[in-house]
């Protein structure tokens, strides 16, 4: 058994066909015949229905394809890996919160040290960072609490208050605290699945229990952020997100009798390849995001930990 005949077999699972395997990989269709074959003779069991009217897998062959992806996914983190340890480029993830916050000085930052090098930022969701740190993209990566990552020990967080916004035209007078029944009641825009402030959102309003008004969808952060200046309807957000408009009366706060537990960010990633340089960065965004919550105070807390 090699590698060779992991990586046929496990494209062959997902594409069933012996062709598309050979023109996914560069072979031909003998040749990916011949590694599956050899692969069948190390185990000594057959991997394929060669019985069967389609593409199926014997018992063995669906617990050697779980294998077979797990091997993949392996020697794909590992290439990442050695090549990251080559690349002179650092990258550094972050959710849509602290790219559109602190994350934005610490560009600034790492622009004026001589001495950093080239810094490449990845803006994307908790899900697709979680990817991008086990194939070996990321350097550095900075996520909500909700990715379920430890940590970095040494580091810090830095906690967003989230709050209900809309345009006054669509809030209304308001001349008290909100329960989360009334706050059903709006036309609400809520998150994906995937967003860590879909839970508790969708906790507190019970959208499976009635459904008195629109609900609409956004599919990040920023997007329905500009789903409520464009008045679409009420939505939890990080209030610092939309300070701005918060300040100048282009939105308002709706104040609620349930708090919203704030989101959390916090670095869980770092290359420990590179060392110095990891630990220059970190000390920069320490400073970037100390300095962001210093200067917005009613929004943001920064923590130590």
Same mark, same amino acid.
């Given at each position: 058994?090699?590698?060779? !005949?992991? +990586?046929?077999?496990? $494209?062959?699972?997902?594409? %069933?066909?012996?062709?598309?395997? #050979?023109?996914?990989?560069?072979?031909? !269709?003998?040749?990916?015949?011949?590694?599956?074959?050899?692969?069948?003779?190390?185990?000594?069991?057959?991997?394929?229905?060669? &019985?069967?009217?389609?593409?199926?897998?014997?018992?063995?062959?669906?617990?050697?394809?779980?294998?077979?992806?797990?091997?993949?996914?392996?020697?794909?983190?590992?290439?990442?890996?050695?090549?990251?340890?080559?690349?002179?480029?650092?990258?550094?993830?972050?959710?849509?919160?602290?790219?559109?916050?602190?994350?934005?000085?610490?560009?600034?930052?790492?622009?004026? *040290? /001589?001495?950093?090098?080239?810094?490449?930022?990845?803006?994307?969701?908790?899900?697709?960072?979680? +990817? =991008?740190?086990?194939?070996? @993209?990321? *350097?550095?990566?900075?996520?909500?609490?909700?990715?379920?990552?430890? %940590?970095?020990?040494?580091?810090?967080?830095? !906690?967003?208050?989230?709050?209900?916004?809309?345009? /006054? *035209?669509?809030?209304? %007078?308001?001349?008290?605290?909100? @329960?989360?029944?009334?706050?059903?009641?709006?036309?609400?825009?809520?998150?994906?699945?995937?967003?860590?402030?879909?839970?508790?959102?969708? *906790?507190?309003? +019970?959208?499976?229990?009635?459904?008195?008004?629109?609900?609409?969808?956004?599919?990040?952060?920023?997007?329905?952020? &500009?789903?409520?200046?464009?008045?679409?309807?009420?939505?939890?957000?990080?209030?610092? #997100?939309?300070?701005?408009? =918060?300040?100048?009366?282009?939105? @308002?706060?709706?104040?609620?009798?349930? %708090? =919203?537990?704030?989101?959390?960010?916090?670095?869980?990633?770092?290359?420990?390849?590179?060392? !110095?340089?990891?630990?220059?960065?970190?000390?920069?965004?320490?400073?970037?995001?100390?300095? $962001?919550?210093?200067?917005?105070?009613?929004?943001? @807390?920064?923590?130590?930990?």
């Amino acid at each position: 058994m090699n590698f060779k !005949q992991i +990586e046929a077999f496990y $494209w062959l699972t997902r594409l %069933q066909s012996f062709q598309k395997v #050979a023109d996914r990989i560069g072979l031909t !269709q003998p040749a990916v015949s011949a590694r599956i074959s050899g692969l069948e003779d190390a185990f000594g069991v057959p991997l394929i229905n060669r &019985d069967s009217p389609t593409f199926a897998l014997t018992e063995q062959g669906h617990e050697v394809a779980e294998y077979a992806e797990t091997f993949l996914s392996l020697s794909e983190a590992l290439t990442g890996r050695l090549r990251a340890g080559r690349k002179k480029r650092y990258t550094i993830g972050m959710v849509g919160m602290v790219t559109n916050t602190w994350g934005a000085t610490l560009r600034r930052k790492v622009s004026a *040290d /001589p001495d950093i090098g080239l810094v490449d930022f990845h803006s994307a969701s908790n899900v697709d960072l979680k +990817e =991008l740190m086990r194939n070996g @993209t990321l *350097d550095m990566a900075f996520v909500t609490g909700e990715a379920g990552l430890p %940590q970095i020990a040494n580091s810090f967080s830095v !906690q967003f208050r989230v709050g209900w916004v809309a345009r /006054p *035209d669509v809030a209304g %007078q308001i001349s008290r605290a909100l @329960t989360p029944d009334e706050i059903r009641g709006y036309p609400l825009i809520l998150y994906p699945h995937t967003s860590p402030l879909f839970r508790p959102v969708a *906790d507190m309003v +019970e959208e499976l229990r009635r459904r008195p008004n629109a609900r609409h969808t956004g599919n990040s952060l920023g997007n329905i952020c &500009d789903m409520v200046r464009a008045g679409y309807g009420v939505s939890a957000i990080p209030l610092a #997100a939309v300070e701005m408009e =918060l300040t100048t009366g282009l939105l @308002t706060e709706i104040p609620a009798t349930v %708090q =919203l537990a704030p989101l959390v960010t916090r670095c869980v990633h770092m290359n420990r390849a590179r060392k !110095q340089q990891s630990e220059s960065l970190l000390e920069l965004a320490r400073q970037a995001a100390r300095e $962001w919550a210093a200067a917005h105070p009613r929004y943001v @807390t920064f923590m130590e930990t």
